[in-house]
């Protein structure tokens, strides 16, 4: 009797687990991929969390190298549904593998974007500067980034590489447009050299330097250092005349045929339509019709490359760099 009591609440407890796991375990879930920072992380997360999604997603971090050789060497067969990526790795893994749904809901975007995906932030690169260590090395501000490849720099700069940064390619957009061929490697090659060890892996890395007071002067993403100047730390910020050249990421959903999760066109349209508000307070750059950002965020010489962002203009871009080391 007691044996088969033990049956019956291993029974039991089965079913319920069971249960659980058909309605609301990791089968059901919807699985995002993103390569989001800390701050775009949040905002997605209290946008699904606060509109009813709620144990609904797994959501999980990658590298933008990572992510991109994921989409681009699994396609469909990809485990996520839905992601949030840079949108030159979604244009160029729409094109390999036409991967992606076209978005059912209305986004009206101030520019004009494809019909599977639409961005969720807009990065601009900017130089950034700590003022107090730049007066204690009795350096001048700098106006442009060729002015970062000046020999009074040495030593004195950080920069992200663009092999492992997409940061890095913002920096290097900047060189391309603005000069010819030699010249461009002429300059690129004196950045390498001034930024030496302090040449970083992460787009974050070379803020983090000049917040430590470790350099005077960086290239970075410029809304972290228009919050850094408004948090009151000595940081302060520089519109390259060259231009700030921006790279957008994007929500898209994966077509899985059949087996697609119809939760996840709803999630992408959540986090648009309720996640905004809060990504613009960290990313003040407007894309959707309606927003608007506080003059001071608003960079000086907004530029957009004169060539279409994709994974195959970004080899072409390392190789160049490569040139210059």
């Not at 900047?174 to 930024?195: F, R």
Request: hydrophobic share 35%; proline share 4%; glycine share 8%.
């Amino acid at each position: 009797m007691k044996a088969f009591k033990k049956i019956l609440s291993l029974t039991a407890a089965l079913a319920i687990m069971g249960g659980t796991l058909t309605g609301c375990g990791s089968s059901e879930q919807v699985v995002l991929y993103t390569n989001a920072d800390d701050e775009a992380v949040t905002a997605m997360k209290n946008a699904l969390d606060n509109n009813g999604y709620s144990g609904k997603y797994i959501l999980q971090t990658f590298g933008t190298s990572e992510l991109g050789g994921k989409l681009l060497a699994e396609g469909k067969n990809i485990e996520a549904d839905l992601i949030t990526m840079s949108s030159y790795y979604i244009d160029s893994a729409q094109e390999q593998s036409s991967m992606f749904l076209d978005l059912t809901f209305e986004h009206n975007t101030l520019t004009e974007y494809p019909s599977y995906y639409t961005p969720i932030t807009c990065q601009e690169g900017a130089i950034i500067i700590n003022t107090q260590a730049l007066e204690a090395e009795g350096l001048d501000t700098p106006t442009c980034i060729k002015d970062l490849a000046k020999e009074e720099y040495s030593g004195k700069i950080s920069v992200p590489d663009i092999a492992g940064s997409s940061t890095g390619w913002l920096l290097v957009q900047d060189v391309i447009s603005a000069y010819d061929e030699e010249e461009a490697k002429e300059i690129m090659t004196d950045i390498l050299k001034n930024a030496g060890p302090h040449l970083e892996s992460s787009g974050s890395g070379p803020i983090k330097k000049v917040r430590a007071g470790e350099v005077p002067v960086a290239f970075g993403l410029r809304h972290q250092a228009v919050r850094d100047k408004n948090d009151g730390l000595p940081i302060d910020y520089v519109d390259p005349t060259e231009g700030n050249f921006s790279l957008t990421e994007s929500i898209a959903v994966i077509d899985h045929g059949d087996k697609t999760n119809p939760l996840a066109m709803e999630m992408a349209e959540c986090i648009i339509k309720n996640g905004r508000a809060e990504l613009l307070e960290t990313y003040p750059t407007p894309i959707y019709e309606g927003e608007t950002a506080d003059a001071e965020a608003e960079s000086k010489y907004p530029e957009t490359f004169d060539e279409k962002l994709t994974v195959e203009l970004l080899t072409e871009h390392k190789e160049f760099v490569d040139e210059c080391r």
